[in-house]
């Protein structure tokens, strides 16, 4: 049968790449057989189950991404080990594949968040689509979660590695990190609503204090070295580099310092990199004792201070001889060094493999202070390539402490988070240049009412236009958006361009779109409440459109917010109903007054049966629920036609117009 070949290969390269695995639920060996065959040329990673007790019980025990599954299956059928599944990991998709089309299998399949649901026979067309689907989700899920990490590593690095504190314009305290506590000798109680001269020295001068201010206040960076006293009134250098951070009116709201701690005259990590720098094929291992904290409160800093530079001293001998290091460094908290310079550039299989022997012939050694003996763990990271070695090798080390990996090769790590800042960067000052602008602007795409034949609606839509006049969808700059903090000023433009558009359109309705992260925002939820008290009449215009957005926190929040909303006559829509397991819950819980049946099911309606029935079984139940229904993705007249004969309230799409700067 004709079928989409690229299709077929993007999902196969993302499952493959993703290393995604699938547990596959059938109890009919000829079926199980033919559908295991064909979901192999996908997943690489395929188990199977008999029946919906063995499923559960195989999911219990193995992290698998998807889940697919019949409905009739002996001792548990599969939406009764869905539900179960679901109570597990609400997250999970699961795809039913199953031969009955009855109505209550569908709406208990919807209750339960099945992501997908294929009659059989299958149709290639459809699983293709709804794998394409699924399988991007799991992707875009994890690549999700490996910022995240990669964001919460870097702050760490900051945090474990650098003093940090934040005061207002004043001067007051309103932020400090553990580690200025741990120097300065105060606790958080103590410092924070404190001038930060809490901890300034005598002997620093009025007028280096004056010059500082002078930068910061005029908006500049200010970096030097500080000499400051702690709590019992030692002395402690720091260098430091002190900023403004600005508000979205480019006034100063606070500012933060960022300090390394100079005290000791010789600096192991200086040290080290002046070595790298001498060396003409540099290797080196960082490395940190496992548990070292939960050691340093057991048996006391002295004890274990002692025993770090024992290990420090010994540990070198115990590296084979292939893999012989020159030059070791104690770096403190648990934290040491080894270099060499290679003669002969050792392939990474063998360094890697001389280190693992390291490993285990520290774990066979005991190191003795006093009467006590340590058997110890280490944790390393290496690094070959002498461009950003240092920081390479820190990088690998958190990674390896982060991922729970006994070793991890360093090199381009340092690299690659610079290339990725740089294009987040960039993107960030089209961002701000396009706030600063006003180039955030809103288009709107009609939304035609299949009965009455006229476009009584139209959904806003966030455009960025770059300074050459370029126009962009928010695909290209929503997310890093959300990471540089200007993704609530883009949703207050929003908010702004429909209010008022609408004062001007007294007989047409416009949705905006809101995702969880706006609705968590008390600032913006009071902001759209105050908007509605002072403008009645609009509010019975506004319709808000909840996007699907797994990342929900505060679920009785957004619950309240949409109840609140209803108190004002504002609508709410579904966006993307049939897309996924958001949808389904939102449905139940939010109670919406549309229903916008997904662009997936609605494009390949005039070739796709499967497709058809679903979206006829979303109609009646809508119908039931007293939900209008919207068809989005209307893009020709075949689908038009058979969207208005199935009696779909309304159609969006661009058979009926795409975007426009204004309102037609």
């Given at each position: 049968?004709?079928?989409?070949?690229?299709?077929?290969?993007?999902i196969r390269?993302?499952?493959?790449n993703e290393q995604?695995?699938?547990?596959?639920?059938?109890?009919?060996?000829d079926?199980l057989?033919?559908t295991?065959?064909?979901?192999?040329n996908?997943?690489?990673h395929?188990?199977?189950a008999t029946?919906?007790?063995?499923?559960?019980?195989?999911?219990?025990?193995n992290p698998?991404?998807i889940i697919i599954t019949?409905?009739?299956?002996p001792?548990?059928?599969g939406?009764?080990?869905?539900?179960?599944?679901?109570e597990i990991?609400?997250?999970?998709?699961?795809?039913?594949?199953?031969?009955?089309?009855?109505?209550?299998?569908?709406?208990e399949?919807i209750?339960?968040?099945?992501?997908g649901?294929?009659?059989?026979p299958i149709?290639?067309n459809?699983?293709l689509?709804?794998?394409?689907?699924?399988?991007?989700?799991?992707?875009l899920r994890r690549?999700?979660?490996?910022a995240?990490?990669?964001?919460?590593?870097y702050?760490?690095?900051?945090?474990?590695?650098?003093?940090?504190?934040?005061?207002?314009?004043?001067?007051?305290?309103t932020?400090?990190n553990?580690?200025?506590?741990?120097?300065?000798?105060y606790?958080?109680?103590e410092?924070?609503?404190?001038?930060?001269?809490?901890?300034?020295h005598?002997?620093?001068?009025k007028?280096?204090?004056?010059e500082?201010?002078?930068?910061?206040?005029?908006?500049?960076?200010?970096?030097?070295?500080?000499?400051?006293?702690?709590?019992?009134?030692?002395?402690f250098?720091?260098?430091?580099?002190?900023?403004p951070?600005?508000?979205?009116?480019?006034?100063?709201?606070?500012?933060?310092?960022?300090?390394?701690?100079?005290?000791?005259i010789?600096n192991?990590?200086?040290l080290?990199?002046?070595?790298i720098?001498?060396?003409?094929?540099p290797?080196?291992?960082?490395g940190?004792?496992?548990d070292f904290?939960?050691?340093e409160?057991?048996y006391?800093?002295?004890?274990?201070?002692e025993l770090q530079e024992?290990?420090v001293?010994?540990?070198?001998?115990?590296?084979?001889p292939?893999?012989?290091?020159s030059?070791?460094f104690?770096?403190?908290?648990?934290?040491?060094a080894?270099?060499?310079?290679?003669t002969?550039?050792?392939?990474?299989?063998?360094?890697?493999?001389?280190?693992?022997?390291?490993?285990?012939?520290?774990r066979?050694?005991?190191?003795?202070?006093d009467e006590y003996e340590?058997?110890?763990?280490?944790?390393?990271?290496l690094?070959?390539?002498?461009?950003?070695?240092f920081k390479n090798?820190?990088?690998g080390?958190k990674?390896?402490?982060?991922?729970?990996?006994?070793?991890?090769?360093?090199d381009g790590?340092?690299?690659?988070a610079?290339?990725?800042a740089?294009?987040?960067i960039?993107t960030l000052k089209?961002?701000?240049?396009?706030i600063k602008n006003?180039?955030i602007?809103?288009?709107?795409?009609?939304?035609?009412?299949?009965?009455?034949?006229?476009?009584?609606?139209y959904?806003s839509l966030v455009?960025?236009?770059?300074k050459?006049g370029r126009?962009?969808s928010p695909?290209?700059?929503l997310n890093?958006?959300?990471?540089?903090?200007?993704?609530?000023?883009?949703?207050?433009?929003?908010?702004?361009?429909?209010?008022?558009t609408?004062k001007?359109?007294?007989?047409?309705?416009?949705?905006?779109?809101?995702?969880?992260?706006?609705i968590e925002d008390e600032?913006?939820?009071?902001?759209?409440?105050?908007?509605?008290e002072?403008?009645?009449?609009?509010?019975?215009k506004?319709?808000?459109?909840?996007?699907?957005?797994?990342?929900?926190?505060?679920?009785?929040?957004?619950?309240?917010?949409?109840k609140?909303?209803k108190g004002f006559?504002?609508?709410?829509?579904?966006?993307?109903?049939?897309?996924?397991?958001?949808?389904?819950s939102?449905?139940?819980?939010y109670?919406?007054?549309?229903?916008?049946?997904?662009a997936?099911?609605?494009?390949?309606?005039t070739t796709?049966?499967?497709n058809?029935?679903?979206v006829?079984?979303?109609?009646?139940?809508?119908?039931?629920?007293g939900y209008?229904t919207?068809?989005?993705?209307?893009?020709?007249?075949e689908?038009f036609?058979?969207?208005k004969?199935?009696?779909?309230?309304?159609?969006?799409?661009?058979?009926?117009?795409e975007?426009?700067?204004e309102?037609?």
């Amino acid at each position: 049968m004709n079928f989409d070949k690229e299709l077929f290969l993007k999902i196969r390269e993302t499952a493959i790449n993703e290393q995604i695995k699938v547990l596959y639920v059938e109890d009919k060996e000829d079926v199980l057989l033919s559908t295991k065959e064909l979901l192999s040329n996908f997943f690489e990673h395929l188990d199977t189950a008999t029946d919906g007790f063995e499923g559960l019980e195989k999911f219990k025990q193995n992290p698998y991404d998807i889940i697919i599954t019949d409905i009739n299956l002996p001792k548990m059928d599969g939406l009764e080990m869905a539900k179960k599944i679901k109570e597990i990991d609400k997250k999970i998709p699961i795809i039913v594949i199953t031969a009955f089309t009855k109505m209550e299998y569908l709406l208990e399949s919807i209750k339960i968040g099945v992501y997908g649901y294929i009659l059989k026979p299958i149709d290639m067309n459809q699983l293709l689509e709804t794998l394409n689907r699924v399988v991007e989700k799991v992707a875009l899920r994890r690549e999700r979660d490996r910022a995240v990490a990669l964001l919460e590593q870097y702050k760490k690095i900051i945090d474990e590695g650098f003093t940090v504190t934040k005061t207002d314009p004043a001067g007051v305290i309103t932020y400090a990190n553990d580690k200025f506590c741990k120097i300065s000798g105060y606790s958080h109680d103590e410092l924070i609503g404190k001038p930060h001269n809490i901890v300034r020295h005598p002997d620093m001068p009025k007028k280096a204090f004056k010059e500082l201010w002078d930068t910061i206040k005029a908006g500049k960076i200010w970096r030097g070295v500080v000499k400051n006293r702690t709590k019992d009134g030692k002395s402690f250098y720091v260098k430091a580099t002190i900023a403004p951070i600005f508000d979205e009116n480019g006034k100063i709201r606070e500012y933060i310092a960022v300090r390394e701690n100079i005290t000791d005259i010789v600096n192991p990590k200086k040290l080290i990199q002046d070595k790298i720098n001498e060396l003409s094929n540099p290797l080196l291992v960082l490395g940190v004792i496992e548990d070292f904290e939960d050691l340093e409160n057991l048996y006391g800093e002295s004890i274990i201070e002692e025993l770090q530079e024992v290990f420090v001293k010994e540990a070198k001998s115990l590296f084979p001889p292939q893999c012989q290091m020159s030059l070791s460094f104690n770096m403190g908290d648990g934290r040491f060094a080894f270099i060499k310079d290679q003669t002969e550039k050792k392939e990474i299989n063998e360094i890697l493999y001389a280190l693992k022997q390291f490993q285990e012939n520290v774990r066979n050694t005991k190191f003795s202070v006093d009467e006590y003996e340590f058997e110890l763990e280490t944790v390393l990271s290496l690094a070959t390539q002498k461009d950003h070695m240092f920081k390479n090798a820190e990088l690998g080390l958190k990674k390896a402490l982060k991922e729970k990996l006994d070793i991890v090769k360093g090199d381009g790590l340092y690299q690659t988070a610079i290339e990725n800042a740089k294009k987040n960067i960039a993107t960030l000052k089209m961002i701000k240049d396009a706030i600063k602008n006003d180039r955030i602007v809103s288009y709107f795409q009609p939304i035609y009412n299949n009965k009455t034949d006229i476009i009584e609606k139209y959904e806003s839509l966030v455009r960025l236009i770059d300074k050459d006049g370029r126009v962009f969808s928010p695909f290209f700059f929503l997310n890093v958006a959300k990471i540089g903090k200007y993704y609530k000023q883009i949703t207050r433009i929003v908010i702004k361009n429909a209010i008022e558009t609408l004062k001007i359109m007294p007989n047409k309705e416009i949705s905006i779109n809101l995702s969880a992260v706006d609705i968590e925002d008390e600032s913006i939820r009071n902001e759209i409440f105050a908007i509605l008290e002072n403008n009645p009449d609009i509010s019975k215009k506004l319709v808000v459109e909840l996007l699907e957005d797994e990342g929900i926190n505060q679920l009785n929040v957004v619950k309240n917010f949409i109840k609140k909303l209803k108190g004002f006559g504002v609508k709410i829509a579904i966006d993307d109903f049939g897309s996924g397991y958001s949808n389904f819950s939102r449905l139940i819980e939010y109670e919406p007054d549309y229903i916008k049946i997904d662009a997936s099911l609605i494009k390949d309606i005039t070739t796709n049966t499967n497709n058809l029935h679903i979206v006829e079984a979303i109609r009646d139940f809508a119908e039931k629920q007293g939900y209008k229904t919207v068809a989005e993705y209307v893009s020709n007249e075949e689908i038009f036609r058979i969207v208005k004969e199935l009696g779909i309230d309304y159609s969006q799409g661009y058979y009926i117009s795409e975007p426009l700067p204004e309102p037609i």
